[in-house]
């Protein structure tokens, strides 16, 4: 697509989020119950039914679309669905080890772990660690999975759908870049009303999240391009709205909720910078350079 083109979807997918979200708060306040549910997965949809809408009525916009499954896919799949997990035990691991919280769920001894609530898969009580690594595992797959109907919505448009084209006419660094700064700030009445950081929703919306994003659109990108296929990434982003979130939300603070933000940008952005390396050693595919521009 032309730069005119992109714009333009960004506009409109800015404009359809905005207003539900904005709606929604209209309507009940906050984000902060079950009943802002179908707002939320109306707006995580938002972005893929305009895109629908772009593939159908301008053809330019149907090259290097990134939609169907992929057999590279289904090993990276592990590493999208394990990255968020590992994230999220190992902020409760640096918390404990440091004294600043205390795991809600979890009690650990050298000879294992005693989960003592949660929704975890393969049953809750004394685990050896073998067996609690494996709940760990099939309870990340199964709600990274289950998160999907929400995560597709989102990552169908920015990764199967938009990332090729702002690659192809900015580069792969200020492309993904500049599509991690759109992805949070489309968020952003959400954020400012304090979904994401109640505390500090100022910082959180014009700080903490849009470096957050800018480390995950690197991230999600390397998987996106690695597959050839959005799915991986869709499968990344159910999985941190699910078990990574969860376990980080059930830790026992006892020092300001800041730390835990400021430590989560941290891992975000070594993640980040891992991909943005890896992604600069990728040879590019000839099916990739043709939709840079002339």
Same mark, same amino acid.
């Given at each position: 697509?032309?730069?005119?083109?992109?714009?333009?979807?960004?506009?409109?997918?800015?404009?359809?989020?905005?207003?539900?979200?904005?709606?929604?708060?209209?309507?009940?306040?906050?984000?902060?119950?079950?009943?802002?549910?179908?707002?939320?997965?109306?707006?995580?949809?938002?972005?893929?039914?305009?895109?629908?809408?772009?593939?159908?009525?301008?053809?330019?916009?149907?090259?290097?679309?990134?939609?169907?499954?992929?057999?590279?896919?289904?090993?990276?799949?592990?590493? *999208?669905?394990?990255?968020?997990? %590992? @994230?999220?035990?190992?902020?409760?691991?640096?918390?404990? $080890? !440091?004294?600043? /919280?205390? &795991?809600?769920?979890?009690?650990?001894?050298?000879?294992?772990?005693?989960?003592?609530?949660?929704?975890?898969?393969?049953?809750?009580?004394?685990?050896?660690?073998?067996?609690?690594?494996?709940?760990?595992?099939?309870?990340?797959?199964?709600?990274?999975?289950?998160?999907?109907?929400?995560?597709?919505?989102?990552?169908?448009?920015?990764?199967?759908?938009?990332?090729?084209?702002?690659?192809?006419?900015?580069?792969?660094?200020?492309?993904?870049?500049?599509?991690?700064?759109?992805?949070?700030?489309?968020?952003?009445?959400?954020?400012?009303?304090?979904?994401?950081?109640?505390?500090?929703?100022?910082?959180?919306?014009?700080?903490?999240?849009?470096?957050?994003?800018?480390?995950? *659109?690197?991230?999600?990108?390397? %998987? @996106?391009?690695?597959?050839?296929?959005?799915?991986?990434? $869709? !499968?990344?982003? /159910?999985? &941190?709205?699910?078990?990574?979130?969860?376990?980080?939300?059930?830790?026992?603070?006892?020092?300001?909720?800041?730390?835990?933000?400021?430590?989560?940008?941290?891992?975000?952005?070594?993640?980040?910078?891992?991909?943005?390396?890896?992604?600069?050693?990728?040879?590019?595919?000839?099916?990739?350079?043709?939709?840079?521009?002339?």
């Amino acid at each position: 697509m032309s730069l005119r083109a992109i714009i333009v979807y960004c506009l409109l997918a800015l404009a359809a989020s905005w207003g539900i979200q904005y709606g929604g708060l209209a309507v009940l306040g906050a984000f902060d119950g079950p009943e802002a549910a179908p707002w939320l997965l109306s707006s995580m949809w938002s972005p893929t039914i305009v895109a629908l809408g772009f593939l159908v009525f301008h053809r330019p916009a149907r090259r290097g679309l990134l939609w169907k499954p992929t057999l590279p896919g289904l090993p990276l799949a592990l590493v *999208a669905i394990g990255v968020p997990t %590992l @994230t999220g035990f190992g902020l409760v691991a640096v918390f404990e $080890a !440091l004294g600043w /919280g205390d &795991a809600g769920w979890f009690d650990f001894a050298a000879s294992g772990v005693t989960i003592t609530r949660g929704p975890w898969k393969l049953g809750g009580g004394s685990q050896n660690w073998l067996l609690f690594v494996a709940n760990v595992a099939a309870t990340g797959v199964w709600f990274a999975l289950l998160n999907l109907d929400a995560a597709v919505g989102e990552e169908f448009a920015w990764r199967g759908f938009l990332q090729g084209h702002v690659i192809g006419r900015l580069g792969q660094t200020a492309g993904l870049t500049c599509l991690g700064l759109f992805w949070s700030f489309w968020h952003l009445p959400a954020l400012l009303s304090g979904y994401n950081y109640p505390e500090h929703p100022v910082l959180g919306a014009l700080v903490l999240f849009p470096a957050t994003l800018v480390a995950m *659109a690197f991230f999600y990108g390397w %998987l @996106t391009l690695r597959a050839r296929s959005f799915w991986p990434a $869709a !499968l990344a982003h /159910g999985a &941190a709205n699910s078990i990574q979130i969860g376990v980080i939300s059930n830790l026992k603070l006892t020092v300001p909720s800041l730390y835990l933000d400021l430590a989560g940008l941290v891992v975000s952005m070594l993640v980040g910078l891992v991909a943005w390396w890896a992604l600069s050693r990728r040879q590019v595919p000839a099916e990739e350079r043709q939709t840079a521009p002339a």
